[in-house]
C-alpha cells in the first residue's frame, strides 16, 4: 500500500494545453469534457465571440450551461488586454463560484483558460493556486505559451503535465489524453479505497 501511496504523490494530476491563439484548446478541452463525461467534471471554458469571423469577445461558460461575457472590444471597462475591455468583477464572481461548486464536488476540475487576462483578478489567482495545489482532484486546462510570473510558477509544478497543442497533433492526442486521465482517476479511486 505505500508504495501505491508514494506513486499516488508523485503523479502529474494537472493537465494543461497550450499552444498558439485559436489552435483548438478550447475546441479539445470540450471534446475532452463530453468524453470523460460531464457528470465528474466541473469548471468553465471559454468561448470567442465572434461578429462576421472576426473575434470581438470572450465569455465563459461552465460545465452546467451557464455563460457570462467577459471582455468585449465594445466594453467600456478601462481594464484592457489589447483591444478587448475586460469586466474583472463579474469574471471573478462568476469563475470563483464555478470552481467553488466543483472544488465541492467534481473530480476534474476544468480551468479554461489561466491567461493573461484572467490573471488580473487576485481572487482568480488565489483559487488558481488552490485548486492545483489539491492533490485530491484533476485539473484540465489551458495556459498561454507566452511567460508571465503567475502562470510560470503553475507551468513549473511537479504535478503539471504541460500538453503543447498545434495544427498536426490537434487531432490525435485527444484520445491517448482521455486514456491518461481515466488512469490517474483509477488511481486515486483506489489510493482512497486502501486507505479506507
Given amino acids: 500500500m505505500l ?66 461575457e ?7 471597462s478601462k481594464t484592457r488586454i489589447g483591444r478587448y475591455g475586460i469586466d474583472i468583477e463579474k469574471f471573478e464572481n462568476f469563475a470563483i463560484k464555478v470552481l467553488q461548486d466543483a472544488l465541492s464536488s467534481k473530480k476534474i476540475i476544468v480551468i479554461d483558460e489561466i491567461g493573461f487576462m484572467q490573471m488580473l483578478s487576485n481572487s482568480f489567482k488565489e483559487i488558481v493556486q488552490e485548486t492545483v495545489s489539491n492533490k485530491k482532484k484533476i485539473v484540465l486546462g489551458t495556459i498561454p505559451l507566452d511567460s508571465h510570473p503567475e502562470i510560470d510558477k503553475i507551468k513549473y509544478l511537479e504535478e503539471a503535465r504541460i500538453i503543447n497543442v498545434n495544427e498536426f497533433n490537434r487531432d490525435s492526442i485527444s484520445e491517448s489524453l482521455v486514456v491518461d486521465i481515466w488512469k490517474v482517476l483509477e488511481l486515486k479511486s483506489q489510493v482512497v479505497a486502501d486507505i479506507v
Fill in 70 to 76: 467577459i471582455a468585449n472590444v465594445e466594453s467600456p
Fill in 3 to 68: 508504495s501505491r501511496i508514494d506513486g499516488h504523490r508523485n503523479t502529474k494530476n494537472v493537465f494543461l494545453l497550450t499552444g498558439k491563439p485559436r489552435i483548438g484548446k478550447s475546441t479539445m478541452i470540450k471534446n475532452l469534457i463530453n468524453d470523460i463525461g460531464t457528470d465528474i467534471c466541473g469548471g468553465f471554458y471559454t468561448e470567442e465571440i465572434t461578429d462576421s469571423n472576426d473575434r470581438v469577445g470572450f465569455r465563459c461558460v461552465s460545465i452546467n450551461g451557464e455563460s457570462l
